[in-house]
């Protein structure tokens, strides 16, 4: 695969000073020198509060979170207390945290008006499937029950795949009225396509991918548990409106589009978008890399879109 090509400078630039704080070969470490490392690189890319929100601390019956909202004097969009985004953290259930994805949760409160609470799920490997799943239902029941109104789920990478898994879970028993999902990871069959045709992409590599799901499984093999493998489920009806966002350039690719696909034959409303020359990640580039500013444009407007149960696509 041609990344030079496919690939612009913009992005070529965003992949470098990344790999200056979070090396190619980090999974090579240990998990404290990973979690050490990732946190210092997502505290060089961050980028604040902006101003009119306000962020607290908070506890979901014993799962950390941290909740943002626009305050009165924030004009560029009024608040919409009615409705609430759930915000799942990436980080292939190794690392990150609500600092690790602290200001993209802050930037969608303030872009949105929307409130925003971040879930802090419990890592692996310390605590194995399905510690995440079960802190990520968690955060929504108690949601539901601290804000009811319309709830919108919203991941990226890992976090993609517990919104997706919370999702399928929900049906009949929460109400969920939209999912976004950023470059998931949904249980995809790692032996073709874009596991192999982006087998070596920058940021995220196959092998990275099988890293992550044996600290989480403690196997290779993959679970035939929709709570952790959404991909797996025999049953893709009844899910609330998707949008799945991938990048070209991940070996994740695939599962968002395939994804999608299960929940259209299924008689389901579903958007996939594959945005080109982008790389796993790219939610960090969002101010200095235009096309990953352009889908974070996208993205906002899909979860304003399903705050409001609307289906512009």
């Known amino acids: 695969m041609d990344y030079e090509q496919l690939i612009d400078k913009e992005t070529w630039a965003f992949i470098r000073k990344t790999e200056e704080f979070y090396p190619p070969d980090a999974t090579v470490m240990s998990i404290a020198e990973q979690r050490k490392t990732y946190d210092t690189m997502c ?6 509060y902006p101003e009119g929100v306000s962020v607290r601390d908070g506890d979901a019956q014993g799962v950390p979170i941290r909740i943002y909202e626009a305050t009165a004097n924030n004009e560029t969009n009024a608040p919409n207390v009615e409705a609430t985004v759930i915000y799942y953290h990436g980080g292939g259930f ?14 969608i ?18 605590n194995p499937h399905p510690a995440a799943f079960e802190d990520a239902w968690t955060a929504l ?26 999702s399928h879970h929900a049906r009949g028993k929460v109400p969920v009225a939209g999912q976004v999902l950023i470059y998931p990871g ?14 070596m992409a920058p940021m995220l590599t196959t092998e990275e991918v099988r890293f992550y799901h044996s600290v989480r499984h403690g196997t290779s093999a993959m679970p ?3 709570t952790a493998a959404p991909l797996t489920d ?12 991938t990048a070209q350039c991940d070996p994740l690719a695939d599962d968002g589009r395939m994804y ?22 790219y939610l960090r580039a969002r101010s200095t890399v235009p096309r990953a500013k352009a889908s974070f444009d996208r993205i906002l407007v899909a979860i304003s879109a399903l705050s409001q149960e609307n289906w512009p696509f």
């Open 43 to 48: 505290r060089a890319f961050f980028q604040g």
């Open 94 to 107: 190794v690392v990150g945290g609500l600092d690790s994805h602290d200001d993209v949760c802050a930037e």
């Open 109 to 126: 409160c303030d872009r949105t008006g929307l409130r925003v609470v971040s879930v802090d799920y419990r890592l692996c490997p310390e």
């Open 141 to 166: 029941n108690y949601v539901s029950l601290t804000w009811p109104g319309v709830t919108v789920l919203v991941g990226d990478s890992a976090g993609g795949n517990l919104a997706a898994a919370v």
């Open 186 to 199: 949904l249980g995809g069959d790692m032996t073709q396509g874009s596991y192999l045709t982006h087998a």
């Open 224 to 226: 035939e548990d929709p």
């Open 234 to 245: 025999s049953n893709f009806a009844g899910l609330p409106r998707s949008v799945i966002v």
């Open 260 to 281: 999608c696909g299960r929940i259209q034959a299924a008689g389901g409303r579903a958007h996939w978008v594959e945005e080109p020359g982008l790389v796993h990640g």
